[in-house]
């Protein structure tokens, strides 16, 4: 396409202006996918605007699915505006559906969760039921969490799981372009959410405790707008944050405004004990904790309490479109949470789910593959080739997750991501089936201490 074609047809040239004209022309067909772009510095010469202005309309259009970038071919247009797609998480082992065993996916055994047939008659004479007056939090429900939370929430609101109530978080404090500091590896879903708001992802290191805090001191520098992390259960890697890491990531994070967003995915099922820096930041700390893994995907709850402000904007932004969440699922939960024999299944749970990820890891350990973490429903398993490693599982009717995919860019070292929670509790059958991942972690060969 030629540049000054294209700048005769622009009529604002702001970035926004720019993004407009050229998804008008691909709506109509005047610019057919397959065609070339002219590059940002032809056309912002045409405009007699800078190259950043281009390049910001470029990617609006890239982040719509309208346009793509590569080095050979330069920017070629897709087609018309597509809704942006979770890539990472739907490309999590499509691998068919002959096999036997699905270890892709970190979902709860349906075995060890709470029956809701009491909870739901109960929570069926809620306070306010059918009434339109959006409540945050049913009183039930709070007085069902606020005990446990680590520390003084300054505002509560229940939403609809867990990545949810992080996705509206960063989404009512990032605008397009800002920066959010996140560990990597990190949650599929979470670096599709973020890439999704438009922000600029500056990643955290981690180790065995949590956010490593010279990686952060460096992001810190970028002056994101919030610092997104788990603190225990952490997926994939499985670490859990200590007190004394947490006390040397909150002094780094002391003289900065950045929003600390701490998601806790697994809750009441990690084995570790919740360390916050609620208690030092209350007011620019939110914790998301949902509850789907322990109680129920179906309640499809998380409850998010911290940061007045923060929590406030996730409000407005909701009562755009949901408004609340159900008052039948909130005191649904709440008649859960305050159950003794519900809590004596989820104590049972926590110790059926930390027994199979150990002794997954102990039987991979014996055959020379080292997982790391001590906490959570995955395994993050480091392989000598990843697409070599998934087609060997999945030769053996095994499918796993592919590491790159928790990455924000390439992979340091291949992993694959093993869900445990459903594993089964036939030591044979376990030791069988850690033959096979091992093989397919080594290749046949014994990896590197440093892999």
Not at 112 to 131: H, K, V
Not at 283 to 305: C, E, F, M, N, Q
């Amino acid at each position: 396409m030629d540049a000054a074609w294209l700048a005769r047809r622009i009529a604002d040239p702001s970035a926004r202006g720019i993004a407009a004209a050229l998804t008008d022309l691909i709506r109509e067909g005047s610019v057919a996918p397959q065609t070339r772009l002219p590059t940002v510095r032809g056309l912002a010469r045409e405009l007699r605007v800078s190259s950043g202005t281009v390049a910001e309309a470029w990617s609006e259009l890239r982040r719509h699915g309208m346009i793509r970038t590569d080095r050979r071919r330069g920017t070629v247009v897709l087609g018309p505006p597509d809704v942006p797609r979770p890539i990472r998480y739907e490309r999590l082992g499509h691998w068919g559906d002959r096999l036997a065993i699905d270890l892709t996916i970190a979902s709860p055994d349906a075995a060890l969760l709470p029956p809701l047939e009491a909870a739901l008659i109960a929570a069926a004479s809620a306070d306010g039921l059918n009434d339109y007056a959006r409540a945050t939090i049913t009183p039930r429900l709070r007085a069902a969490v606020e005990p446990s939370w680590p520390f003084p929430a300054r505002s509560w609101l229940a939403v609809g799981g867990g990545y949810e109530g992080v996705q509206l978080l960063c989404q009512t404090t990032a605008l397009p372009g800002e920066r959010i500091a996140i560990e990597e590896p990190t949650a599929a879903r979470l670096l599709d959410i973020l890439e999704t708001i438009g922000v600029e992802l500056v990643p955290v290191a981690c180790d065995e405790d949590g956010p490593v805090p010279a990686s952060l001191a460096k992001a810190l520098r970028a002056r994101p707008v919030a610092f997104v992390y788990q603190p225990r259960g952490q997926s994939p890697c499985g670490h859990a944050v200590t007190q004394e890491r947490s006390a040397e990531l909150a002094a780094l994070l002391e003289p900065t405004s950045t929003l600390i967003v701490e998601d806790d995915g697994i809750g009441e099922l990690s084995v570790s004990p919740m360390v916050s820096m609620g208690a030092r930041f209350p007011d620019r700390t939110v914790l998301v904790r949902s509850y789907s893994k322990s109680h129920g995907p179906d309640l499809r709850i998380a409850v998010i309490g911290g940061a007045a402000d923060a929590v406030e904007r996730v409000r407005v932004l909701r009562s755009f479109g949901t408004g609340w969440t159900s008052r039948i699922l909130q005191d649904t939960l709440a008649h859960l949470l305050g159950d003794a024999e519900v809590r004596d299944g989820v104590t049972r749970a926590r110790a059926v789910y930390a027994e199979r990820r150990a002794r997954l890891a102990a039987e991979l350990a014996a055959r020379g593959v080292r997982t790391g973490g001590r906490d959570g429903l995955v395994l993050w398993v480091p392989v000598r080739d990843e697409p070599a490693a998934l087609v060997t599982l999945a030769a053996h009717g095994i499918s796993v997750a592919p590491g790159s995919r928790y990455v924000i860019g390439p992979a340091a070292s291949p992993h694959l991501r093993l869900a445990t929670a459903r594993l089964t509790d036939d030591p044979d059958g376990l030791a069988a089936l850690a033959d096979v991942i091992a093989l397919a972690a080594t290749g046949g060969q014994r990896l590197s201490s440093s892999t």
